[in-house]
Nanobody, 120 residues
Framework: QVQLVESGGGSVQAGGSLRLSCAAS???????VGWFRQAPGKEREAIAC???????GYADSETGRFTISQDKSKNTLYLQMTNLKPEDTAIYYC???????????????WGQGTQVTVSS
């Protein structure tokens, strides 16, 4: 079992940046780990993942603005977000234990989510 706790969300103006963190209760190295988000009234969508060998994958829509990274020594996953837009407003979730990079249904463990609100 892995507990995941996100932090770093908040309110920011368009064009701003945020870095989300996801602290895991134990090592998550060697599994797919990723970030997802869900906006009000919309389905959950994938943002990015780190694959077991350490390479990354991104949803086409997020290329360039979002960067996923991992600090293995701290069992912590990060999502650096830049040039934020109002349409990025959503609850952001980290997940671990996946078997396919951008397929949320394959992930076993989820955090409780952190709210990101971007104003214009």
């Amino acid at each position: 079992q892995v507990q995941l706790v996100e932090s770093g969300g908040g309110s920011v103006q368009a064009g701003g940046s945020l870095r989300l963190s996801c602290a895991a209760s134990r090592t998550i190295v060697g599994t797919y780990v990723g970030w997802f988000r869900q906006a009000p009234g919309k389905e959950r969508e994938a943002i990015a993942c780190i694959k077991p060998r350490g390479n990354t994958g991104y949803a086409d829509s997020e290329t360039g603005r979002f960067t996923i990274s991992q600090d293995k020594s701290k069992n912590t996953l990060y999502l650096q977000m830049t040039n934020l837009k109002p349409e990025d407003t959503a609850i952001y979730y980290c997940a671990a234990g996946g078997t396919a990079c951008l397929s949320g249904r394959t992930y076993m463990y989820w955090g409780q989510g952190t709210q990101v609100t971007v104003s214009s």
